[in-house]
Structures are given as C-alpha cells and as structure tokens.
C-alpha cells in the first residue's frame, strides 16, 4: 500500500497570502496524485488531477505541482472561500489511498 | 449533470451487515468510460478508500476491508451498492459513493461525490 504524509497537519495563513501544502508518497506514483477540498458537512470535491491540471471550475489562484514521491498544493492570494480542509490521494496503484489532510485555517 | 446518492439505513447494530445503495442519475453506470466507487470517512477523521466496481462487475477492493466488502453493481436500476459485514464501531463513518474514469485501468480521480450518508454502528 502507498502511504500518503500531508504536512503540515494545520497551516494558518491570513487572507490574501500565498499556502503551501505538501503531499509525500512512500513510493513514485509518477504524476497520478489528486487533491481534493473539503468544507465542514460537505462532501471532498475534486481541485486538482494529474498533479497539477485544475478541475473545472476551479481558478487559476490553485496550483498543483511536483513528481515522484514529493508533491504540493499552493494556493495564492488565499480568499475566504478557500478555508478548507484538503486532501492528497493517489492513484497509480491499488488500493487507493488519502493523505491525512491539511487544514488552512484564518490566521 | 450527473448526480449520485447514497441511500441505506443510518443505524447497524454490532456484528450485522452495512447495505447502502447509490442512485446514479444524469448518467448511465453501464459506460464503459467510468469506475464507480465507495469511500468513508469516520467522524473527525480523514477519507478511507473500500473499494471500486467495473460496469462489468470487476472489483477492486482494500486489502483492510476486503474479507468483509462486497460490491455490486445493477446496471437496470443505475445503482451500485455496498456491503459490509461484521460490523463494529470502528465502521462508523460518513459513506460516500464517487465516480472515478476508466482511463488508464482506472488511474483516475473521483470527479463526482455522493453528499454522503452517515452510519451508527451501536446497539
């Protein structure tokens, strides 16, 4: 099983600064890593696919990036809406597997 | 648009089995492009991947659940379902079902999530 690290486990940052999450694998998984955002009482929505290709709808102020094993999430300029937990999970193998998450909180 | 949700009893006594339905609508579960999938998340805690199903029938499961997991597909209904048994309270958990593309053997991310149904596993 691939195992998914997510640091930090909290990440508080005032609004309109830049947020850097990252995601570690235990072993490659090429570029199959997704992030998804959650919000209290909500279900996961997709963000980011293939490490860095945004999902619909999402704004560019989202990046994805990274390769192998080490792998990030930055979001700039962060707005309200974008407090949130989020999770990392890869794909490349089976069984499926999810980060722990990071939660970006009001600083 | 494609929308997908869950439906089963919200309460399963210890040692029963958990049976949850999820409704495809807007979308046809017999395409050949999509996986169809289940994944929980225990109150206060992260996601936990059970398991996925082919239109086909073929299965993937957790290597952790998969003694008890069965997953199942009704392609008349545009449902697929899930069962686990012997539950515990450690199976507590907020159930989502999700759909994943078939590209690449299935190497894809979920795309769309169920609102999820929560399940009290207690006597």
């Known amino acids: 099983e691939i195992v998914m690290t997510q640091f930090p486990a909290t990440l508080s940052v005032s609004p309109g600064e830049r947020a850097t999450l990252s995601c570690r694998t235990s072993?490659?998984?090429?570029?199959?890593l997704a992030w998804y955002q959650q919000k209290p009482g909500q279900s996961p929505r997709l963000f980011i696919y293939?490490?860095?290709t945004r999902a619909t709808g999402i704004p560019a102020r989202f990046s994805g990036g990274g390769s192998g094993t080490d792998f990030t999430l930055t979001i700039s300029g962060l707005q309200s809406e974008d407090f949130a937990v989020y999770y990392c999970?890869?794909?490349?193998?089976?069984?499926?597997?999810f980060g722990q998450g990071t939660k970006v909180e009001i600083k | 648009q494609l929308q997908l949700q869950e439906s089963g009893p919200g309460l399963v006594k210890p040692s029963e089995t958990l049976s949850l339905t999820c409704t495809v609508s807007?979308?046809?579960?017999?395409?050949?492009?999509?996986?169809w999938g289940w994944i929980r998340q225990p109150p206060g805690k992260g996601l936990e991947w059970i398991g996925s199903i082919y239109y086909s029938g073929s299965t993937y499961y957790n290597p952790s659940l998969k003694s008890r997991v069965t997953i199942s597909v009704d392609t008349s209904k545009n449902q697929f379902s899930l069962k686990l048994s012997s539950v515990t309270a450690a199976d507590t958990a907020v159930y989502y079902c999700?759909?994943?593309?078939?590209?690449?053997?299935?190497?894809?991310?979920?795309?769309?999530w169920g609102q999820g149904t929560l399940v009290t596993v207690s006597s």
């Open positions: 999970q890869q794909y490349d193998d089976w069984p499926r597997t």
């Open positions: 072993q490659s998984i090429s570029s199959n």
């Open positions: 999700a759909r994943h593309p078939a590209d690449y053997g299935g190497r894809s991310s979920f795309d769309y």
């Open positions: 293939d490490t860095s």
């Open positions: 807007g979308g046809s579960i017999s395409s050949s492009s999509y996986y």
